[in-house]
């Protein structure tokens, strides 16, 4: 498991999310050929959320980029942009459809959701990219509330990180991290 996929998952179960990481789908070959990759390995969803209050799933691509340029938003809307291959999920229509309609069926099947569940994207975002004092951060945003997708922001996640400091004690490595960096002796 990755250790920034760990923080953005306690941080949307504090939200009141259930989670499950690190999601394979199992899709057919004739999926895959639909997509245009028929030898591709089998899809991973990095995280898979859910909020029984409402009634929503959200399918999230977790990108720390933390010690790199950040999430640039032509990578997001532009499957041809380089690095655009990091964000199938979120720019590949037909991955979409496929990738949407497998957790559907799997999720269904397996009692987690109801047919009526609405499945949308997200995107956890370490780092967003910065050039020349213009962040794609506005842009991000606008884009994901066009397409009602999930954005947990860095802004976000600095923020619950530090609210996680100021709670009681807890016996796991995250909280216990938080503190020990805003302990003042």
Not at 56 to 72: H, M, N, T
Not at 138 to 149: D, Q, V
Request: glycine residues 4%; positive net charge; contains cysteine.
């Amino acid at each position: 498991m990755d250790a920034f996929e760990s923080i953005v998952a306690m941080i949307l179960e504090e939200k009141g999310f259930w989670v499950k990481r690190s999601v394979k789908l199992n899709i057919s070959k004739s999926e895959k050929s639909f997509i245009g990759k028929a030898s591709m390995p089998r899809p991973e969803i990095d995280l898979v959320a859910f909020s029984s209050k409402e009634d929503k799933l959200i399918l999230i691509e977790a990108k720390s980029f933390l010690d790199s340029y950040g999430v640039r938003f032509n990578n997001i809307v532009d499957l041809k942009s380089v690095g655009a291959e990091r964000y199938k999920l979120l720019n590949d229509k037909k991955f979409q459809k496929v990738v949407i309609r497998q957790i559907r069926k799997d999720f269904l099947r397996a009692g987690l959701i109801k047919s009526s569940t609405k499945i949308r994207l997200g995107l956890a975002a370490g780092k967003i990219c910065s050039r020349s004092k213009v962040s794609d951060q506005p842009a991000i945003e606008k884009y994901f509330r066009k397409k009602e997708w999930f954005l947990l922001s860095p802004q976000e996640i600095k923020e619950r990180l530090l609210r996680l400091s100021k709670t009681g004690w807890e016996n796991n490595v995250i909280h216990q991290v938080v503190k020990l960096v805003q302990c003042r002796d």
